[in-house]
């Protein structure tokens, strides 16, 4: 089992920053790839973005594009979601999630394991 643990949300105004971070422990030897999601009030949890384990490919969701940067230290295992230039709309609770097949899936049904998310909210 992987247990994933995020912290670094809070309260922030519009144009601000926060970074995100995610701890893994457990079995992650066979995590290949790690993904950032969030869910806001009423809608669906969506696609932010994701990382390989090993190497520095990723994806970003097309609305945070030059505003938010996914990264990892492997060696720390952790994996961090840099968000710049926040907007209202971002504002949510974002999860972790790590998954051992090797693609850089935006469907959160390819993901195997979940933290217990980490509240983001960005006031006008």
């Known amino acids: 089992q992987v247990q994933l643990v995020e912290s670094g949300g809070g309260l922030v105004q519009a144009g601000g920053s926060l970074r995100l971070s995610c701890a893994l422990s457990?079995?992650?030897?066979?995590?290949?790839?790690m993904g950032w999601f969030r869910q806001a009030p009423g809608e669906e949890r969506e696609f932010v973005a994701a990382?390989?384990?090993?190497?520095?490919?990723?994806r970003h969701r097309d609305s945070v594009k030059g505003r938010f940067t996914i990264s990892r230290d492997s060696a720390k295992k952790m994996v961090y979601l840099q968000m710049n230039s926040l907007k209202p709309e971002d504002t949510a609770v974002y999860y972790c999630?790590?998954?051992?097949?090797?693609?850089?899936?935006?469907?959160?049904?390819?993901?195997?394991?979940w933290g217990q998310g980490t509240q983001v909210t960005v006031s006008s």
């Open positions: 999630a790590a998954r051992y097949g090797r693609i850089l899936h935006s469907l959160e049904s390819r993901y195997d394991f």
């Open positions: 457990g079995r992650t030897e066979s995590i290949y790839v």
């Open positions: 990382i390989m384990w090993n190497d520095d490919n990723t």
